[in-house]
């Protein structure tokens, strides 16, 4: 069994797409979510598909709180959909090679603090990017610095909008990003 937390900050689509890909794939469990923001939409997605949601402040994840509670429901991996807090050491430590992140860009480009959601495709449309797409990670200490598992591309069109990208990107994302997740695990344990 594959027991999996996943880790948001804000609206939560990515995690819903997640638990509504495995639901009914036998050895995948969603135990929780965990939040760094009380009132994220993440909570009501999790309500509504009847999964525990918590919240925890930043020092949470540095004091060793958020660990336990992972420890508690036995959790072996952790999916970052959306989640803007940077993961400290004590939480890599305990899950070497077994944290993963979603990013809204083609790293390293667009990259870093302060770097996401839809401050990531507003520097996109400054920039005039042709193309842009989204990266799935590794994480280590550093902002979207881990080792790339996965990406892939779409175009961005001189009159896009911000928020036109961001649609463009959120498919890409519902499309591969628990598709990446099953063929990883399935490949690691
Ligand atoms: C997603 O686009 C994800 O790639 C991005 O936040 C959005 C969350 O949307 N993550 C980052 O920017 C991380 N640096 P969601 O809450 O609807 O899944």
Redesign the pocket.
Known sequence: MKKIALL?S??????ENIVRYFSGKAGWEFPLIISNTADAY?HQRAKDLQIPSFTFPKNGFENGDVLRLLQEYAIDWIVL????LKVPARLLQAYPGKII????ALLPKYGGKG???RY?HEAVVAHRETETG?TIHYVNENY?EGQIIFQARCEVLPADTPDEVAAK??DL?YRYFPKVIEKLLNRTE
């Open positions: 948001a804000g609206s939560g689509s990515n995690a993440v959909a959306g989640f803007l992140n979603i990013h809204p770097m996401y959601g990531v989204i979207d990107v959120h994302e």
